[in-house]
């Protein structure tokens, strides 16, 4: 066969890597692996297309494709018939039977086996696995390619602590261990936004045998300890060891907006009353659950689990249908400037519409209300009702439940004397009844035993002359009761004692039961109270139906959900109906492949997608389209991660597109909504350090990223204030210092706020020496429990809300101010920055990767950090020219150091109050100083020649001692106001030799030469840029010994 293939010239280049790397094999013995890390919309779909290709033409004809949705197959047929491979089939394994795939029957010999990741943990009812039919079809020595498609979808094989590894991650990493020469291609613009859900990526060498790291968990450790620098260097070296390939498309065009929808005045009265609600349903439930008897308590842990996640789901759509409104208007005016609209959620709501369908029928009066049917279903099937008492039955049943009472043996006398009692036999149908008395009589003289005594008389008489109590087994005459009994014994007789004990039982039983039927009662009577303020309650409907239904209803919507059904409005605009979203002509799997091509022709203007449509499908201004007109993107609801963030974008940007999307974030004004935000911008600022090699690589969110160990001080620092336990460092919002009462009554109101969203507990009011005063307690968990603060937020009313929200935040910036003037805020790669860079000699090999060839090289700079004079006086001048500050100025230090005073030039920053520093010898300090310290340790001179004297001498003296003077105990070595100073850092290849590097710093005297950072440095003569491991002089040489190898580069 004659292959000529156009390939152009970066898929080329990628097909060459991935080739060179599937010829490795790691220390273990199983081929290496490759990993591409393309950003959405950059073709992933068709260079695995070209790999299958270039495979089959080395006689590889087998290969597995592993992908997250079964209808991507018909975007791999179209990849595949892109590249010139439309003679290779695809073959869906959802549609073939369980048996091999290479029998008669089935007769699949080779091509293309498309699978899902449910598909690969799915088995049949006999027991036959998925994976095990793969395994036998690929074969022994099986070397063709495995492709985890959208890969990400294996995470958490290796989970937080307490949760269990995914059963697909599980089987992700079985099927590579039993195919050991396959060639495994991983493939996700995500895979790698969480250094954790890295584990399934065995196939990568990071860890195991022949590295630095024993096991994932280890390499885990190193990249946390790294923080977000580590996660670059992680990109970077695996790009150098050419086992991993990132390109992202231009964000050229792109526009990104975070639009804050405010809560209309109908919307926050709802929001209100919903937060009222659902607090006094949190007290309602602690009374109910307290009011029942120590056996028939019901689990609380269950009851709380189900009441928050109710809770926060609830409030959750309460956030969306909020933003219903403003999406609505912005796609409105999309559509008005010849644009077309795609909104993005995660959630359908299919759920409660299902089961209010079920409930009321197909038709309705009006959309349905996913809040109000949340919070019905909670109710009904939480609400702790004691259990319902069983009605007393007759006499009968009396009369057993009396027998048991007493345990009476009917063949004991009381005083222990055996009593014989005749066997009874049973007649069979052919005896007569005349055969059976005779038996019976002959069983009778046979028995010399049936004389009893009488427990009243105490003499012996016939059995038959006395009377059993069927309760208590007693004998007795009839004539020694008082009052003797002549007439005629109903055969279940009673004595007068056992009598008058079951009537005084009965009663008492009786009005127990009744007490207990009244309780449950009261308890039906209240829960059917609860449900009624529901079902009054003013609450949105369903934010998916009724944006599909304001914008012109199903035939102007294309909808790319995972739901089966959907609500719509009758024609004559009265009611709606629940009806299927596939037609006759339609089948339920090729809805969103049908709804997607309606769109892109340009026959719906408008789509809306969930994250069932939010990985692979393609919704761009395709120039192929013929509707290329430009998409307005709005994400109605931010997805819990990044991942789903970054596959939600990827939709509308994507390549081979006629004009760029642009985005509209949407948030409401509630503080706590931003928790949604959080998450997501936590894992994008990691995404893009990650799959770039620079954190600020693709869109950031992080504004809105709490969820921090800054944002876990705060909150700690937040809720000791207003318990009380220490002061707040700053001023809550709406509060003035001037007026503590106003200070005093906003901790009073944030108290009782935390209450009841369950924070504070045990609350109430002190006693002894805290008699009187509020007394509660929230445990240490919650103490730095960010998440759960955001989500419990949600649930207060608006005012509180947002002033909580913006405390938290306002104690976070002073947090993060303080980390930064002290300089140990965490911000990933650091520039390091002078007046002049230089490379000083020749690099040094320092390592050569054994595999690739990649070397580590150690560089050394000549780093100039000092101001000169005139530079000093000319950024003096701009700031005089401006709008400078009075305070503006040189300063000499009012103490001397070492038997000198120091100089430096001090104006004001853009924060009121706080003045930028700049040294002669180290430049502009990171720290900001405030006035009062300013005039405290610094005089202003007003001559300035003494000004130019001080600090040309310092600028002087700076450049061959540090500023601990001639005698520092570190010599050479200390940096500390040094003006000139020489850096070391290890550029190229790092994770091989990061655990020696991480054992010499360890061995350093001085604390700050054992932290491991990242630093970039841009020589100032020829632009070169570096970046690497910085290592401290004091260390340099420990290093270069521990490597134990020092090679001089010629060129």
């Known amino acids: 066969m004659k292959w000529k293939v156009q390939w152009p010239c970066h898929a080329c280049r990628l097909r060459h890597w991935s080739m060179l790397r ?45 992908s997250v949705g079964s209808d991507l197959k018909f975007d791999a047929r179209r990849d595949l018939d892109d590249v010139g491979a439309a003679c290779i089939e695809v073959h869906a394994l959802n549609k ?16 293309v086996v498309f699978l899902t990741y449910s598909s690969l943990i799915a088995s049949s009812e006999k027991g036959r696995s998925r994976l095990q039919q793969l395994v036998q079809w690929c074969g022994s020595g099986f070397d063709g390619l495995v492709i985890f498609d959208e890969c990400h979808k294996a995470k958490n094989l290796v989970p937080e602590a307490g949760s269990q590894p995914t059963r697909t991650g599980e089987a992700v990493l079985e099927i590579q261990a039993r195919l050991p020469e396959a060639r495994v291609i991983y493939c996700s613009a995500t895979g790698a936004s969480e250094p954790r859900n890295m584990g399934y990526m065995v196939r990568l060498g990071l860890w195991g045998a022949g590295t630095c790291f024993l096991d994932f968990q280890s390499f885990l450790v190193a990249l946390e300890k790294g923080g977000v620098g580590a996660l670059e260097l992680v990109a970077m070296d695996m790009k150098a060891r050419g086992m991993y390939v990132c390109r992202t498309l231009s964000y050229k065009g792109v526009e990104f907006e975070v639009i804050e929808a405010p809560l209309e005045a109908e919307m926050e009265a709802m929001y209100k009353k919903a937060a009222e609600l659902w607090a006094e349903l949190r007290v309602e439930l602690l009374l109910s659950a307290s009011a029942f008897h ?27 249908s909020a933003k219903v409104p403003a999406t609505v208007r912005l796609a409105k005016q999309a559509l008005s400037e010849d644009k077309c609209v795609v909104i993005g959620l995660q959630s359908t709501g299919e759920a409660r519409t299902e089961e209010a369908v079920t409930k009321y029928g197909l038709e309705l009066d009006d959309f349905v209300s996913g809040p109000r049917e949340l919070l019905l279903k909670f109710v009904e099937e939480n609400y702790p009702l004691p259990e319902k008492p069983e009605p007393l039955q007759g006499d009968e049943s009396v009369k057993e439940l009396q027998r048991k009472r007493h345990s009476a043996t009917p063949g004991v006398s009381l005083k222990g004397r055996v009593r014989k009692v005749a066997k009874w036999k049973p007649a069979s149908d052919g005896e007569s009844d005349e055969e059976s008395d005779t038996d019976s009589g002959h069983e009778s003289t046979e028995s010399d035993d049936e004389f009893q005594i009488c427990e009243i008389c105490n003499s012996e008489e016939e059995r038959k002359k006395l009377l059993q109590c069927s309760c208590c087994g007693k004998l007795v005459h009839p004539a020694c009761l008082v009052p003797p009994i002549t007439d005629l014994v109903p055969e279940k007789w009673s004595c007068y004692s056992c009598k008058e004990k079951t009537d005084e039982y009965m009663q008492a039983r009786r009005a127990y039961i009744e007490e207990l039927l009244k309780r449950y009662e009261q308890a039906l009577q209240r829960k059917s109270k609860i449900l009624d303020i529901i079902r009054s309650l003013d609450l949105p409907n369903n934010p998916l139906d009724d944006i599909i239904d304001q914008l012109g209803g199903p035939d102007n919507v294309a909808e790319m959900t995972g739901r089966r059904g959907m609500l719509v409005r009758a024609s004559g605009g009265k009611g709606v109906t629940y009806q299927s979203r596939n037609t006759k002509e339609v089948t339920m799997e090729m809805v969103n492949m049908h709804e997607k091509q309606l769109f892109m022709d340009g026959k719906k203007l408008v789509a809306i997608i969930s994250e069932a449509g939010s990985a692979g499908v393609s919704l761009q201004a395709d120039r192929r389209a013929l509707n290329q007109k430009r998409r307005v993107h709005l994400t109605l609801e931010l997805p819990w991660s990044a991942d789903r963030a970054i596959q939600q974008f990827g939709r509308t940007h994507r390549s081979n597109q006629a004009s760029a999307p642009e985005y509209r974030l949407l948030f409401t004004n509630l503080g706590g909504e931003r928790r949604f935000a959080s998450i997501v911008a936590k894992r994008l600022e990691s995404l893009g350090a990650l799959t770039q090699g620079d954190r600020r690589a693709g869109p950031s969110l992080s504004a809105y990223n709490y969820d921090s160990s800054y944002g876990k001080k705060a909150l700690m620092v937040m809720y000791r204030g207003i318990m009380e336990q220490d002061n707040l460092p700053v001023v809550p919002p709406g509060c003035s210092s001037e007026k503590p009462d106003t200070i005093q009554d906003f901790i009073t109101k944030a108290k009782a706020a935390l209450v009841s969203v369950g924070i504070v507990r045990d609350a109430g009011l002190g006693n002894g020496k805290d008699n009187g005063k509020f007394a509660g307690r929230i445990v240490d968990s919650d103490m730095h429990d960010v998440g759960r603060f955001l989500n419990r937020l949600l649930g207060l009313p608006p005012d509180i809300q947002n002033r909580l929200f913006e405390l938290f935040i306002s104690i976070l910036d002073v947090l993060i101010q303080n980390a930064r003037i002290e300089g140990n805020l965490d911000s990933g790669i650091v ?85 930028k520093i700049v040294r002669p010898a180290v430049g502009e300090s990171v720290r900001e100083m405030p006035l009062a310290e300013l005039k405290n340790k610094y005089r202003k001179i007003s001559l300035l020649e003494k000004a130019r004297r001080g600090w040309e001498d310092e600028y002087e003296v700076s450049s061959k001692q540090c500023m601990h003077g001639p005698n520092c105990k570190l010599g050479n070595f200390c940096t500390v106001g040094r003006r000139i100073q020489e850096v070391n850092v290890l550029g190229g290849l790092i994770f091989p030799v990061w655990g020696t590097i991480e054992k010499a710093l360890s061995k350093q005297a001085r604390l700050s030469h054992r932290r491991l950072r990242v630093v970039r440095l841009e020589t100032t003569t020829d632009s070169q840029r570096i970046v690497g491991l910085l290592v401290p002089n004091a260390a340099v040489e420990t290093v270069l010994q521990d490597l134990a190898w020092v090679q001089d580069i010629e060129d």
């Open 22 to 66: 599937h010829l490795q094999h790691l220390p273990s013995g199983a081929r290496a692996g490759f990993f591409i890390g393309d950003g959405a919309g950059v073709g992933k779909g068709r260079t695995i297309a070209g790999l299958i290709w270039e495979n089959w033409h080395h006689a590889r004809r087998k290969a597995l494709w592993i």
């Open 831 to 915: 520039d390091m920055k002078a007046n002049i860079i230089e490379l000083q000699g020749n690099p040094k090999i320092v390592h050569v990767d054994q595999m690739t060839g990649a070397s580590t090289v150690l560089f050394t700079f000549t780093l100039d950090r000092g101001v000169t004079w005139e530079s000093a006086s000319t950024m003096l001048e701009e700031k005089k020219d401006g709008l400078g500050s009075a305070s503006d100025g040189f300063y000499e230090s009012k103490r001397e150091w070492l038997g000198r005073r120091h100089f430096i030039l001090a104006f004001e920053s853009s924060a009121s109050g706080m003045f």
């Open 294 to 320: 120590s056996n028939e308590k019901p689990n609380p842990s269950q009851l709380w689990r189900m009441y928050w996640s109710s809770h926060q789901r609830f409030f959750r759509h309460m956030c969306m």
């Open 96 to 111: 073939l039977p369980y048996s091999k795939l290479d029998s008669k029957s089935v007769g699949i010999r080779q091509g």
